[in-house]
């Protein structure tokens, strides 16, 4: 398994951006962004494959948030502009060790270790 920590999560005000982090104990390939608001699901967000060749994002961020990654650092990324009130939530961090290179997940099934989360709040 691997240990990941997210970082970055604060209030901000609609239209605001922010950056979020997730460090990682080790390696890992696929990893991902979930996010979960108050009396819903958790839903994904947005992907990254190892290579960083291969990205996806929910519909609903598309456009507005960017997920990269710095493999030397083992950190993954998020950063999250043109921020909604929709957007506030519990983000986690997710990654799988098992090795793909281009292979970017985007359902939960796809990812073994989690993060314990960061909390986004956007004033309206």
């Known amino acids: 398994q691997v240990q990941l920590v997210e970082s970055g999560g604060r209030l901000v005000q609609a239209g605001g951006s922010l950056r979020l982090s997730c460090a990682a104990s080790?390696?890992?390939?696929?990893m991902g962004w979930f996010r979960q608001a108050p009396g819903k699901e958790r839903e994904f967000v947005a992907a990254i494959s190892w290579s960083g060749g291969n990205t996806y994002y929910a519909d609903s961020v598309k456009g507005r948030f960017t997920i990269s990654r710095d493999n030397a650092e083992n950190t993954l990324y998020l950063q999250m502009n043109s921020l909604k009130p929709e957007d506030t939530a519990v983000y986690y961090c997710?990654?799988?060790?098992?090795?793909?290179?281009?292979?970017?997940?985007?359902?939960?099934?796809?990812?073994?270790?989690w993060g314990q989360g960061t909390q986004v709040t956007v004033s309206s």
């Open positions: 080790r390696r890992t390939y696929t």
């Open positions: 997710a990654g799988n060790i098992r090795y793909s290179y281009n292979y970017a997940g985007r359902s939960e099934a796809d990812f073994g270790s």
